[in-house]
């Protein structure tokens, strides 16, 4: 019998919806503002109100708090701070969580950082994407490869021992050869944790525009397969393990948050857009952080879509997702979680991918192969 069951929700996601500008491949829920202006100041409060009446259960200690955006750094060491107090006034935060934040090179410096650091975050991830000014221009990036190197240093000093930077390929403008600049400079500044993305072209943004109008030159198909392989090679070289598609860790340095969502747990969400993840229902709160502060002052409910995946939708996302990791997933998570034995279930699916050797049954494990890596987008779709 399908079944779900969802174990209680351990983690926190902070959504700050603010950038200073506004990147051409960019379609995160987020707004350009004036660092520190009303508006900002409205919505830091807000969020501080909606987690104050989140009302969890008691006794269920959060391991892991992530601050995402938009750029949570756009955000005064004060403002971003006080949201950290409210969370920890609410949630019984546990001593050895991890509290990560994400960090754009333009808006951070030590100072920062170390309020930060003092306030209890110990994890960030620097939004580098490449390390070439050029490269940046073409993305719109603001900041230059020098301010990414001053940032990870900055983290440093300020005595983060956990950062990661994001590093994206298949750039326009972009050769194997630049890509591997790149990866140089990561490694030479010895992250913890790199993530490697492709671009990808998202509806309604001005990179889509562009190459719907033949007006963006990307890498080919087969160039952008070489650039994912050489990521994989060099990682591994440098002994950052593949843990998941596109991320790549010292050991005891994967990203925890991001493991909530590998592992389809449950999860907090709080801020204009943020999506949670509580007692098998999807919640999507207002996008817009106007509205979104206008409801926590009427004291109106913020949750605009709830969606509730029926059992047989979990089980395809809790195989589409434990699949994403190196280690792949286990048939007995699988049947603790929805009541089914997956090989039974997905057999037409794992003999075609094993016969195609994208994917491998390892005693009770099912995980992908490198090749199946390579084309994990459409391997993985077919579980859902
Ligand atoms: S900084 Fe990040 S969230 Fe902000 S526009 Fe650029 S890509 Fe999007």
Redesign the pocket.
Known sequence: MLISYWPPAQAIYIHIPF?A???A??D?N?YVETPNSPAVNKTVNAICADIARSNPPPGVPIRSVFFG???PTFLTAEQITCILECLRATFPIAPDAEISSEA?PGSSDAEKFAAMRSAGFNRLSI?VQAFDDELLLNLD?FHSAGEAEAALNAARTAGFDNVSLDLMFGLPGQSLALLEASIDKALALQPEHISLYALTLEPGTRFERMHTGGKLKLPDEDTELAMYETCIERMQAAGLQQYEVSNFAREGNQCRHNLVYWNNEQYYAFGPGAVSCLDGLRCRRERSPGAYNQKISNADSVIVETDEPDSSESLGETMMLGLRLREGITCERIMQRHGIDPLQYFAPQLEKFQREGLLVIDGSRLRLTHQGLLLANSVLSEFL
């Open positions: 950038c500008k506004h990147c491949y960019c995160f987020t955006g938009g750029t754009n939004g990036r």
